[in-house]
């Protein structure tokens, strides 16, 4: 059984920082991908940030155009844990975020935390 336990997130007016913690236990594969995900109200979820590692790849980033140059991800892949360090918060940060982990040929493993909420107030 795969577990996503999330931390980190709160109350931060516009142009502060925040940190999003994700670490995963598990029966988990070598190569796998994770990465944030966040949800605003009324709208679909969306990626924000991932990494992609292991068997000897180098790591792969995506991040959303709308959070390059604000937020960084990181990740210790020895203990399988994602980090979302967000500066330079806008409004349309708001919204909760979910931690992902998902691995093999159709992402047919796919997990998700559950969720934490990040408030962005002017």
């Known amino acids: 059984q795969v577990q996503l336990v999330e931390s980190g997130g709160g109350l931060v007016q516009t142009g502060g920082s925040l940190g999003l913690s994700c670490a995963a236990s598990?029966?988990?594969?070598?190569?796998?991908?994770m990465g944030w995900y966040r949800q605003a109200p009324g709208k679909e979820r969306e990626l924000v940030a991932s990494?992609?590692?292991?068997?000897?790849?180098?790591?792969?980033?995506n991040t959303a155009d709308s959070v390059k140059g604000r937020f960084a991800i990181s990740r210790a892949s020895a203990k399988n844990s994602v980090y979302l360090r967000m500066n330079n918060l806008k409004l349309e940060d708001t919204g909760v975020y979910f931690c992902n982990l998902r691995w093999g040929p159709f992402n047919d493993n796919n997990y998700w935390g559950q969720g934490t909420q990040v408030t962005v107030s002017s």
């Open positions: 598990g029966n988990i594969a070598t190569a796998n991908t």
């Open positions: 990494i992609t590692s292991g068997n000897f790849r180098d790591e792969i980033r």
